[in-house]
């Protein structure tokens, strides 16, 4: 008779840096869901920017001290529907907006691996656990399904689940010209290409290095402002802490050979980025930015052209454009992925949240129903101005009166 394996879940870690970085990698390359969002090269410098005020809560699954499982999870004090709550959330949630987060599993051990995680979830501090970014077919996200139905209370934890956002993508088989000869904008592409790469001082580089880094993503967080300043600023790019943690993030995916940090500069100036990373031979187009006096030469059209073909060259498998279903995407894409929202609601206050949140939510919604688009966008930009660092001379109020008599 075999002997038995035993798996051990580490206990509640109070600092990251358990598991290290290097087991932690090696896991995330080796795991089916492994992802660029659950790498230490993006989650910790998200701790050490995000973490004030948030108890680490990362279990480790380990068999004879090897790391076979890793789910990636803080605790904080929230409000939700106005009722004050110890939240369970992954590590990566809300600030920097990072997709299919989720449990990460030695192949052929997730179900165990589950198992263990889910039996030491229960034990936490918990009134909501706020799963956000699974892949809607993710093997967690059934197991969650199958184990507690919607709206329906099993061992006092009640399941909800949403639909989130939408992740196109372009799978690049066969060649460039081949997918070129298929999209819709291509005689425009070639126009504004010919037109642009006949001006002085025109190039492209895309930054690898931790050396590039450094000054590619200056030019990238200044052109990614630049060109949100006229929407009333980036919901992406808020404050101080987010600069950080791009610059700390660069680097170190720089320093692991994924960052493709790409600019396109015109008269030898910065006029459009691409905030690129490469894991396991998908692009991930994570950001960009423009010039906004360059936008109607298509410099951004032109720079995100140039990333699709340097992926099919480089013999990646697929283009990630990530979340969102802006025009542009759906135009170049050719597949598409959800991700969803699945919470756990446990306990007197888990309930009361909940209540209290759906009865928020659908004042919200409905509020929304009754505006027209237009003003729905004013407000959407002023919520940006009122979170966002305020241009020099200017106060809140005459930012927000300035965005709403705008044509």
Known sequence: MSEARVIEVAPIETRIGVPGADEWRALNERARTGTMFLGPEWLLPWWNQFGEGREQATLCVRESGRLIGLLPLFIERARLGGIEVRRLAFLGDGDTGCDYLDVLAEPGREREVLEHCLSKLMDLPWDVCDLDGLLRDSFTAMQLAQRLPARRATNSVVRDGRVRFVCPYIPLSGTWEQYLEGL?????????????????????????????????TEEFLQLHRTRWAVEGGS????????DAFHREASQRLAEAGMLRMCTLYAARRPVASVYGVVHRGKFHYYQSGYEPSWASKSVG????????????????????????????????????????????????????????????LFAREALKAALPRRALGTLRKV?????????????????????????
């Open 184 to 216: 819709g904008r291509r005689e425009n592409l070639r126009r504004r290409e010919k037109w642009l790469y006949r001006q002085p001082g025109v190039s492209v580089s895309c930054a690898r290095t931790a050396a590039g880094a450094v000054k590619a």
């Open 235 to 242: 919901d992406g790019l808020t404050d101080a802490r987010h």
């Open 301 to 360: 059209l032109v720079l995100l052209a140039r990333t699709v073909r340097d992926a099919f060259a480089e013999g990646d498998q697929e283009f990630d454009f990530l979340r969102g279903n802006e025009g542009y995407k759906a135009e170049w894409s050719r597949g598409e992925r959800w991700t969803i929202q699945a919470r756990l609601w446990r306990g007197a206050r888990g309930r009361g949240a909940r209540a209290a949140l759906g009865a928020t």
């Open 383 to 407: 919520r940006r101005i009122l979170r966002a660092p305020l241009p020099e001379g200017e106060n809140r109020f005459s930012a927000a009166l300035r965005i709403v008599q705008e044509p």
